[in-house]
């Protein structure tokens, strides 16, 4: 019987490197050659060889939170080749960002929208009110959040969070009146003194923040300005810019843009365009001069119709009666 002897040997590479590659925060996932994995992990590498270190982003850290990748410890791309000679740590580094949500009620608007924001950033919000509502409060949760009546207002991203705006309806107009009335004016120029119209609500009472928009009532033209104010806390709105286009009689109209209030009418009045011709309406007539003697000494006056008389005419001078 013949026996086979066989003799292994085994060769290490004495001259491999430590690499040890792992994300921050730890836990977040990449991938070496290939291969993913979620904790640091050390190899050994023969010096100058090619591999391959690769990450995502972004990555999910449940609700409200997400981690983006900012960097490669050595300052490479996303997914890139390394080649150490020397021991090396490479490390992923993410940021960690939080959402927030940002929500509207009825009658206005918030900003900035919803998004992703940066652990730690603080963030300014802001209502914006439309169609007669008013601000009224933020209602906010969170770490970092705000609740309250400040408009604008700030957030800080310690964590998700949510931030909703109220607004309050409008005033509800029940009755209107031209405060003060529009007066006559020139085509083109700003109507002086100002229209006025005031809002009443319930009771009779002035309602203040109650849209009020005036329109061109009868005859033709374009009514310019601003076509629509507010009361103020008198329940006044003022109409200081109007302006017309073309001449002849007018009326304005004012509406309400809240409340059952119907529409009132101005009394009338004028717009004057420019001059296009002049004409004399009534010509002048003849008329009867007055002189004065030239006598210091005499006071005597005469008139006369026509030519100045000769001095055979004139009467005689106190001179003459010497």
């Known amino acids: 019987m013949i026996r086979s002897k066989f003799t292994f040997n085994f060769v290490t590479n004495t001259n491999a490197v430590s690499v040890t590659v792992q994300a921050n925060p730890a836990g977040l996932s990449f991938a070496v050659d290939g291969t993913n994995y979620t904790s640091a992990q050390t190899f050994n590498w023969i010096p100058g060889a090619n591999h391959t270190i690769a990450t995502t982003s972004p990555q999910s850290g449940g609700a409200g939170v997400q981690y983006a990748w900012g960097s490669w410890s050595d300052g490479g791309v996303v997914s890139h080749i390394v080649s150490p000679s020397v021991a090396t740590n490479y490390t992923a580094n993410f940021t960690t960002q939080y959402y927030l949500t940002m929500s509207a009620g009825a009658g206005g608007s918030v900003s900035p929208g919803s998004g992703w924001t940066n652990s730690g950033a603080v963030v300014g919000i802001s209502a914006t009110a439309s169609n007669g509502y008013s601000f009224g409060s933020w209602t906010g949760s969170g770490s970092g959040s705000f609740s309250g009546t400040n408009n604008p207002a700030s957030v800080t991203m310690n964590g998700p969070i949510s931030e909703t705006a109220s607004f309050t309806p409008p005033p509800q107009v029940q009755a209107m009146a031209f405060l003060q009335q529009p007066g006559n004016a020139l085509q083109g120029a700003t109507m002086v003194p100002e229209v006025q119209v005031q809002a009443t609500g319930t009771n009779g009472l002035a309602l203040a923040n109650a ?16 076509l629509t104010h507010s009361t103020d806390a008198g329940g006044i709105a003022h109409f200081n810019d109007l302006n017309l286009s073309q001449a002849g009689p007018k009326t304005l109209t004012a509406t309400a843009m809240t409340g059952s209030a119907p529409p009132t009418n101005s009394s009338s009045f004028m717009v004057i365009g420019p001059a296009a011709a002049l004409a004399f309406t009534t010509q002048p007539g003849s008329a009867v001069a007055e002189l004065h003697s030239a006598s210091n000494r005499s006071s005597k006056r005469w008139m006369h119709l026509g030519p100045r008389p000769s001095r055979a005419c004139r009467p005689a001078s106190s001179s003459m009666s010497r």
Do not use: E, H, Q, R
């Not at 849209?211 to 300005?225: D, F, K």
């Open 211 to 226: 849209p009020i928009a005036v329109s061109l009532g009868s005859g033709t033209g374009t009514l310019g300005g601003t």
